[in-house]
């Protein structure tokens, strides 16, 4: 997938995150708040998402490598909602942005993201030709 398209993605999947009242996590569309804000506002929270896993999700996960060894991978849960942990405080700054409310239910929405992420990976992958 292209990166613009990986954007418009992950801000489906942030969407529908911020749909499941349970998981504490929200996004403040800047004013006056209609529809285009929320949109705009969560393109730019995918953005910002997106920059965050591209470079510290990077280095992190090269500096994890023993434990992603040691844990069969489970690490990455964590490493995820950090990333989306950390997004969120970047996003604190401004009056508008992605708010999550505690660490762990930034895990289970990272492992959402990462589903919804992976659910359409699958239908937008390009077709090999044979």
Do not use: C, H
């Amino acid at each position: 997938m292209s990166f613009f398209i990986r954007i418009i993605v992950n801000a489906f999947a942030i969407w529908v995150v911020t749909l499941i009242p349970a998981l504490q996590v929200s996004v403040i569309p800047f004013a006056p708040g209609d529809t285009l804000q929320l949109v705009l506002t969560l393109l730019l929270v995918a953005f910002i998402f997106a920059l965050v896993n591209m470079i510290i999700g990077t280095v992190i996960k090269v500096l994890a490598f023993p434990l992603y060894i040691l844990t069969l991978g489970l690490i990455g849960l964590l490493i995820n909602g950090f990333l989306l942990w950390f997004s969120a405080w970047i996003t604190e700054f401004w009056d508008f942005g992605l708010r999550v409310e505690d660490f762990w239910w930034g895990v289970v929405a990272a492992i959402i993201i990462t589903l919804i992420n992976w659910f359409f990976g699958i239908i937008l992958r390009p077709q090999e030709k044979q």
